[in-house]
């Protein structure tokens, strides 16, 4: 069965700051996987999504994620950060096995202080 | 709005009590999933629907816990003889398949709390 951490429960930063959340996953066979962000309010919507090809893929807002084979990783990154920014940040894994679910990690509430 | 919707948005009912949460998801989508969210946790897969076909259901859905998507469109979830510990976010979504388009469509969810 396949598994996500999320490691950084609640991070804090200042407007301009850079930005980087873990996600690991655990899974021995071939993944999609993907970032979800939900903010204050708002039903969860898709950032990021990883399937194959270049392994630094480019969301929306201008956040990137790179995903690292080797160390089960798939980390989202934001150069500068924005007071909009501020939400609950979800990692999904769906394993390529042709089933339709997704395994959500436990999610990150970022807080961006103006 | 064309998104998914949900309703109701928050169901606040009697320990042994049976409710019933009801999702149209966006119309061209084939595919409709139910998912439910613990405070504290992310999401977590329930069961999901292909038209009218429900092929996959989590250990989680209990007997209690039943879903149907009757010709296709709109999905009800119903959970009957409600515990404390059915108290969550219940969330549904829809997509044209995750496999196609890699994303699924949320609504914002009905709140149920049990007393």
């Known amino acids: 069965a396949q598994s996500v951490s999320q490691h950084n429960h609640h991070v804090i930063l200042s407007e301009a700051a850079s930005l980087e959340l873990g996600c690991n996953y655990s899974?021995?066979?071939?993944?999609?996987l993907f970032w979800y962000v939900q903010y204050p309010g708002q039903h969860l919507q898709l950032l990021l999504k990883y399937f194959s090809g270049d392994p630094l893929v480019k969301g929306i807002k201008g956040f990137e994620a790179e995903f690292i084979k080797s160390k089960f990783s798939f980390n989202l990154r934001k150069p500068s950060v924005q007071w909009s920014d501020t939400a609950e940040y979800f990692c999904a894994v769906n394993s390529v096995s042709g089933n339709e679910k997704l395994t959500f990690g436990t999610g990150t509430r970022l807080t961006i202080i103006p | 709005d064309t998104g998914v919707s949900q309703d109701p948005r928050h169901k606040i009912t009697k320990r042994g009590q049976n409710v019933t949460f009801r999702c149209d998801p966006i119309?061209?989508?084939?595919?409709l999933y139910w998912y439910r969210q613990t405070l504290g946790q992310g999401p977590e897969f329930l069961t999901y629907f292909q038209n009218e076909a429900q092929l996959e259901k989590s250990r989680l859905l209990s007997d209690r816990f039943s879903a149907e998507r009757p010709k296709g469109s709109f999905s009800t979830l119903e959970i009957q003889r409600t515990e404390q510990g059915d108290s969550a976010m219940y969330l549904c979504?829809?997509?044209?398949?995750?496999?196609?388009?890699?994303?699924?469509?949320f609504g914002e969810g009905s709140r149920l709390t049990v007393l």
């Open positions: 899974y021995g066979g071939t993944v999609n």
């Open positions: 979504a829809s997509s044209q398949g995750l496999y196609l388009t890699g994303e699924l469509f």
């Open positions: 119309s061209e989508h084939n595919r």
